[in-house]
């Protein structure tokens, strides 16, 4: 059974380092951005819960506040993903600094944000949090790329990827390794080397609407590699209703 960095391992870039530090203590940071200019994520387990925090290195002024205007966003997709988890709290601290003991002269100096999953099911809880971890680092930072735009060039930290990292991470975190259309789980299937073996398939193909926005939450669904083959057999797609009827009608054992 994988543990907590192991999961994290498979779905972070190459370029993160992540350190178990012991005592269920993990570090985890960016190596792409210059010592001083970047953040640490500082990841607690404790039998009950995973808390995790962003701590800011000492010249990371305009890192922060672009993180703070990407939490602010309207559509902010991670607003769905964090109300879908009950088990999850996340807190957000503003703070300020004061010039000569004048009350006027307060500026936005950091902030804190923390992460807090409490444990249900301790065979799938690291894998879960390390989905929502993932997604919110890879939402909230720029890494010199527009994270959830698709359908043009390959940007430098996407490196071999086609589809954007953070749609198929917020997609999977939002709604599980199960075949949207034969509810199939791979894991279950294959045991734990096809754990991240599924496939994110977008219902409004990109080949017909070019450079778009989608949301990761209401317009990708998790697709078996079967399932997403089937759907592509025909164009435009096959939806995920008219695949499961065609399941449905041929006596599929795992479809319901």
């Known amino acids: 059974m994988a543990n907590f960095k192991e999961y994290c391992e498979r779905k972070f870039p190459k370029n993160w380092e992540i350190e178990d530090k012991g005592q269920g203590l993990f570090h985890f940071r960016d190596n792409l951005i210059d010592k001083g200019m970047g953040f640490l994520v500082v990841v607690q387990e404790e039998h009950y819960k995973y808390e995790a925090s962003l701590v800011f290195e000492n010249f990371a002024k305009d890192l922060f506040r672009h993180a703070e205007s990407r939490i602010s966003v309207e559509l902010n997709p991670l607003r769905k993903l964090f109300d879908s988890n009950p088990n999850l709290t996340s807190t957000f601290h503003k703070h300020y600094i004061e010039t000569n003991l004048d009350p006027d002269s307060l500026t936005f100096e950091n902030w804190d944000f923390n992460l807090i999953y409490k444990k249900t099911n301790l065979a799938e809880d690291a894998d879960k949090f390390s989905d929502l971890l993932i997604s919110f680092i890879l939402f909230i930072f720029p890494y010199k790329f527009e994270a959830e735009e698709e359908g043009g060039a390959v940007s430098e930290l996407l490196t071999k990827y086609e589809r954007s990292r953070l ?90």
């Open 167 to 256: 749609n198929r991470s917020l997609c999977l975190a939002y709604h599980g390794y199960n075949c949207k259309a034969c509810r199939i789980n791979l894991k279950e299937k294959y045991g734990d080397i096809a754990r991240d073996f599924i496939h994110v398939h977008h219902l409004n193909p990109i080949s017909e609407n070019g450079l778009i926005t989608p949301d990761p939450i209401t317009d990708f669904v998790p697709l078996c590699p079967n399932c997403h083959a089937i759907a592509h057999l025909r164009t435009p797609p096959l939806t995920i209703e008219e695949i499961q009827k065609m399941l449905n009608k041929n006596g599929n054992t795992n479809f319901k």
